[in-house]
């Protein structure tokens, strides 16, 4: 099986701006969370949605929203982006709610100018 | 921020030689998690551990679920250069929210 993908890879975005950003889960996985990776905060937990419904989410902003389509296929997008919003932001798939293996993506490395 | 204490921060050590790192937390988890990532990936999961109490291996990797459930431990035995990178422990309370530790650097010289 193909493993999570997410595009881009790269991205470079100013101040103000917005960003969407996408994760192909593992077929047959219909479990989604997103997650952010700092230097300073680590890794945290943004949110998760399953059968296009978010389950559970992070103490982010609403700033940062997120959508999952029918055939599980995710987003993630943020709006007028700040310096701080640079990080490297991970998309982790399982193939039930129940189940705590989530494999991880590549990610999508984020630098706001 | 974390709610998990990962120790130590960062590891030197010489290739043979093995690895103890472990995770603690005030709060008691389901399931414990290791992960790890090295440079422009995403993390791989290592081992996965759902009973307090139990003692899972994975090749060199040996990993326990703390029986107070607020802590867990990861063991790499003669370490080799490929080993190089950040490894990560992850706690799973209820809701399916994993929370991380800051993670361990580790470094192999040869």
């Known amino acids: 099986k193909a493993g999570v993908t997410q595009t881009p890879r790269y991205l470079i975005k100013t101040r103000g701006q917005q960003v969407t950003l996408s994760c192909s889960p593992i077929s047959g996985h219909r479990s989604v969370s997103w997650y952010q990776q700092t230097p300073g905060q680590g890794l945290q937990f943004l949110f998760e949605?399953?059968?296009?419904?978010?389950?559970n989410k992070g103490n982010f902003p609403g700033r940062f929203s997120g959508r999952q389509f029918s055939n599980s296929r995710s987003e993630m997008n943020v709006s007028t982006l700040e310096l701080g919003d640079s990080a490297l932001y991970l998309c982790a798939s399982r193939d039930r709610v129940n189940t705590d293996t989530q494999y991880f993506g590549p990610g999508t490395r984020l630098t706001v100018l | 921020g974390q709610q998990l204490n990962q120790s130590p921060q960062s590891m030197f050590i010489q290739e043979g030689e093995d690895v103890s790192m472990n995770c603690t937390s005030s709060?008691?988890?389901?399931?414990w998690l290791w992960y790890k990532q090295e440079p422009g990936e995403g993390p791989v999961l290592l081992i996965a551990l759902y009973k307090a109490g139990e003692l899972t291996s994975n090749g060199r990797l040996t990993a326990q679920f703390g029986i107070t459930r607020k802590d867990s431990f990861l063991n790499i035995s003669a370490s080799i250069p490929s080993d190089v990178g950040i490894y990560f422990c992850a706690g799973i309370r209820n809701g399916n929210k994993l929370v991380f530790g800051a993670g361990t650097i580790l470094r192999v010289k040869s």
């Open positions: 949605y399953f059968s296009e419904t978010q389950r």
């Open positions: 709060s008691i988890f389901n399931t």
